[in-house]
Every structure is written in structure tokens, then in C-alpha cells.
């Protein structure tokens, strides 16, 4: 007796029902065995149609890469927790590349590679994905750097200028300010339709949290994407962030919009690399780093640029951050990115232990565009002022080895102090363009000079506050990018000095 007789003839009947309505499908899958699996890695058997950059699945929800196609067996990254993971468990290839959402949903919220969201306000509502590898613009696609990207900062902004679609490196030691370089810039687009994306890369909770917050309070988050691979994260999701970051800025760079990447940091990156390299077993190269790390990171920072008009004419602007130790800017992977990078902002840990802060060393930092992303008023102003600081820098060395100094020197000193001084800046305190030409112009024309260096920054502030009101048709045609010419430069001295000496008579009668 078969179990279907068994039944009474009312099931019997339904069940009989059921099985006339299946359509057999025949189809195809690739199906693997996991051989071992731990620290984030793990060997599969079979899956032999798979590609390279594949996502597979594996049980209890775990997505994995397939990075290493070996004969007999792959290597693949996990993008999960591989605790409940084991040997002779089940591995399906999905048939497609590793993906991110892309879209305007994204702005204002805080994810992670996989499109899952750390925010807690929901899921995001995304219904494009593009891979996160992909190919960077042909040459013939791309358009010279030309437009400005103003930070904010005068010691960038005038020394170390940046424009759209460049790729700048901020490089220094652990604790000086990279970060808030980067932010900064994010933070003075709030004004403006740059669009910014800001990926952590192996970052501690708190410090991403800060971060959120001052985007927060700044106005900008809802214009920015925050990308997070936190430090617990699984070393292959950490991977994959600056890549999905990148892919999330391509999409708003070819709906011809203007983007910002900060990339925080690639250090953490390449380790995150080392780690699945090793445990993958590729031979290792120089400090156990594997031989294509240099690749790596320049396929990525390839994919920045300014498109041509043709091609959508919008732009990114990368940000990558890279830690040096002690000082050693021609370590490793310094150099690797110094040498794909368009310049470098380079942080000396001796200028923030002074309290000069951003801590910006000009004579190592250099921005390979030039002067011709800058504004034409900043031309005018920072050639003399770069000069003078470089000679003041040599000078105040030597100074400290001589007992009697010409006055010409003496003068050289006094006037660098001041423009040193100047160029400090509170954390995320950015100013406009017609603000940071009238300090500049200022120490240029030596009208800080007979001030204490302790008072530079009071009497700049003042200059700020009375001059910039008088000179509001100025302050417009700096900000629009036009010439000044031969008189309203005397125009301009006039006021700033009219102004200084108001200040001097005031504290006379304090």
C-alpha cells in the first residue's frame, strides 16, 4: 500500500491536484563543498564556472568573494561572521559580481559596502546596484583640472591648491589632523551642490560617530554618504569599501554632478589586504605586503577624475588618507600613493605639538595641478606669500646658531612668524574665499608686522569683521573668480590699513 492510498480520498484528491500543476524547470546551479574556513577566509571545492570578483553564497546568510581560482579548489573572502561556518557545508555561486546600491537614496545615511544600513532609520530603498569594480574613464573621456574645489582652509587653499577632479594625498603621522583636513572640506561645500562621500576604512565606532556628528552640525549630511567598514569588521567587507565608496561617488559623477571622496584611511586598507593575502597563501613581498598591493590602490584612485562635457562633465575629487610613523614619508605605502596621487598635503606631528594647527608643512606638500585650479585673487597673493614662508623657514634655522642677525633678516623672521600665525585655524572653523584673500593680503603687505604675534589673530579677526563689510563689491567678484585689477588691490590696501589702525587705537585706549 502506497502512502498516497493511505489517505482519505479528499487529500488524496488535493495531493493529486497539487502534482498536476508542477511544471518541471530544468536549470543549473554551482554548488561547491567548503574544505576549511576561519579568520575570515575560506577554501571551496567544486564551483567550477565561477569568475573571478564572483559573490557566493554561503549558509546562514554569509556572502563571500571569489578572489583566488585556484586548479583544484578557490579561495574566497568573507563579507560576514564565519563563526557558525564548518568544513562539508554547501557553497552556491549567485552569477553575479560583487555589487553596492547606488541613487539619491543613499545621501544622509550611513551603510556599509553591501548596501546593509548602520544608522538605524531602516533599510535603504536602492533599487540600483552597480559592481564595485569597475573600469576608470578612458583618457580621451577626461577633462584638465581647472575648477577650483575650495576648502576652506587658507593654508590648502592659497599654499597647496585643489581642484575638481584631482586626487590628493593627506599624509602624516597618527594624531595630527588628517582627518579634519578631509572634513573640513566636506563641511564648506555646504554652500554649494558637491555631492560627499565619506568611507572609513577600519575605523574605531566613536571616531565615525564624531564624524556624523559634525557633518551633522555643519548642515552637509544631507548632502554626504557615510560608508563604514568599522575595525571588527570582517578584513574582506573592509576591502571592498573604498571600491563600493567609489562606485556610489561614479554615480553621481555621471549624472554630471561634482563629488568629494575622502577615503579614511588606505593604510588600514592595505593591511586589511596583507591580512587576506596571507591567509590565502600568496607569497608575500616587501613587509609581507602581496606583489600587486601597488595595483590595488591605483585601479582605485584611477576611477577619479573630471569628466569631459561629452561624457557628462561631471567630477570627483578624492581625498585618500594615508599614516606615516615617525615621520617616514618614503615607507611603503607612501610612496606607492604619492606616486599614483596628483600631490600631497603632508602633516608634521612637530607643527601640531607647537599648537599650528591645520599643521600643514608647505615645504612638503605640493599639489601637482597648480595654480591653475586656484581663483585669480589667491594667484596674486600666494606666490609672495609662499616664497616668504619658505625663506623664513630656512632663515629661523640658521637664526638659532647666530648671535647677531642684519636687519633684513630680522625682518624676514618677523614677517614669517606672523604668516605662520595667520594660517592657523580652528578645528572646522572653514572661511570664504574674500575672507582668507584679506588675511593673506594683509600679511603680505606687513600690516601684521607691528604686531605681537599673540594679537595676529585678533587683529585678523577685526579685519574680517570691519574691513570685508566696506569692500562687499570686491568680496563678490573674488568669490566669482574675476581679475582684480592695479586699483582695487590700492583700494583694498587702504581699507586694511585704515582698519588695522582703528584696531591699534582701540587697544591704545583699552
Avoid at 547606488?102 to 535603504?124: C, E, H, K
Avoid at 552637509?220 to 570582517?234: F, K
Wanted: glycine letters at 8%.
Amino acid at each position: 500500500m502506497t502512502a498516497l492510498s493511505s489517505l482519505p480520498s479528499s487529500l488524496q484528491q488535493l495531493v493529486h491536484d497539487a502534482l498536476e500543476r508542477i511544471e518541471p524547470r530544468p536549470g543549473h546551479e554551482d554548488i561547491g563543498i567548503i574544505t576549511a574556513v576561519g579568520n575570515g577566509v575560506a577554501r571551496v571545492r567544486g564551483l567550477h564556472h565561477i569568475a573571478a570578483e564572483s559573490l557566493v553564497a554561503l549558509p546562514g546568510g554569509v556572502l563571500g568573494i571569489a578572489l583566488d581560482l585556484d586548479e583544484d579548489e578557490l579561495g574566497v573572502i568573507l563579507l560576514g561572521d564565519d563563526a557558525h561556518l564548518s568544513a562539508g557545508q554547501e557553497v552556491r555561486a549567485l552569477d553575479r559580481l560583487v555589487d553596492t546600491p547606488v541613487g539619491d537614496a543613499l545621501l544622509g545615511r550611513v551603510l556599509d559596502a553591501s548596501g546593509t544600513a548602520r544608522d538605524g532609520r531602516g533599510a535603504i530603498s536602492a533599487d540600483t546596484r552597480w559592481p564595485v569594480e569597475r573600469e576608470a574613464p578612458p583618457i580621451m573621456a577626461r577633462a584638465p583640472v581647472e575648477t577650483p574645489l575650495q576648502t576652506g582652509l587658507k593654508a590648502v587653499d592659497a599654499l597647496v591648491p585643489i581642484g575638481r577632479g584631482q586626487r590628493e594625498l593627506i599624509v602624516g603621522d597618527r594624531q595630527t589632523g588628517k582627518t579634519a583636513i578631509a572634513i573640513a572640506s566636506l563641511v564648506n561645500q555646504a554652500d554649494t551642490d558637491v555631492i560627499g562621500i565619506y568611507c572609513a576604512i577600519g575605523q574605531r565606532g566613536t571616531a565615525v560617530a564624531r564624524v556624523i556628528d559634525d557633518l551633522r552640525d555643519a548642515g552637509v549630511m544631507d548632502q554626504t554618504v557615510v560608508m563604514v567598514a568599522a575595525g571588527e569588521d570582517p578584513p574582506g567587507l573592509q576591502y571592498i569599501t573604498p571600491y563600493a565608496a567609489m562606485t556610489v561617488a561614479e554615480y553621481f559623477r555621471e549624472q554630471g554632478r561634482d563629488v568629494v571622496l575622502v577615503l579614511d584611511d588606505l593604510t588600514r586598507h592595505a593591511r586589511a589586504y596583507r591580512e587576506l593575502s596571507l591567509l590565502l597563501r600568496r607569497p608575500p613581498g616587501r613587509e609581507a605586503y602581496p606583489g600587486d598591493i601597488f595595483y590595488v590602490h591605483s585601479r582605485l584612485l584611477e576611477r577619479a577624475t573630471h569628466l569631459r562635457d561629452s561624457h557628462g562633465g561631471g567630477s570627483m575629487t578624492a581625498l585618500p588618507i594615508v599614516e606615516t610613523q615617525a615621520e617616514d614619508i618614503s615607507a611603503y605605502i607612501p610612496t606607492n600613493l604619492i606616486s599614483i596621487t596628483d600631490g600631497q598635503i603632508y602633516l608634521s606631528p612637530r607643527l601640531f605639538r607647537k599648537g599650528l594647527m591645520p599643521a600643514v608643512d608647505v615645504g612638503r606638500s605640493v599639489s601637482r595641478v597648480g595654480g591653475k585650479t586656484q581663483l585669480p585673487a589667491y594667484r596674486a597673493v600666494a606666490g609672495d606669500l609662499r616664497l616668504a614662508y619658505s625663506q623664513f623657514e630656512e632663515l629661523e634655522t640658521f637664526s638659532r646658531f647666530a648671535t647677531r642677525l642684519d636687519e633684513e633678516t630680522r625682518q624676514q623672521i618677523t614677517r614669517g612668524r606672523r604668516v605662520r600665525e595667520i594660517l592657523k585655524q580652528g578645528r572646522l572653523r572653514t572661511l570664504s574665499v574674500p575672507e582668507q584673500i584679506i588675511a593673506l593680503q594683509a600679511a603680505n603687505l606687513g600690516i601684521f608686522d607691528p604686531v605681537d604675534v599673540e594679537a595676529v589673530q585678533d587683529l585678523a579677526e577685526c579685519l574680517r569683521q570691519h574691513a570685508l563689510p566696506r569692500l562687499d563689491d570686491l568680496a563678490e567678484r573674488m568669490a566669482a573668480g574675476e581679475s582684480l585689477e592695479t586699483d582695487d588691490w590700492d583700494r583694498l590696501e587702504t581699507v586694511l590699513r585704515e582698519c588695522a589702525e582703528q584696531w591699534r587705537n582701540g587697544r591704545g585706549a583699552d
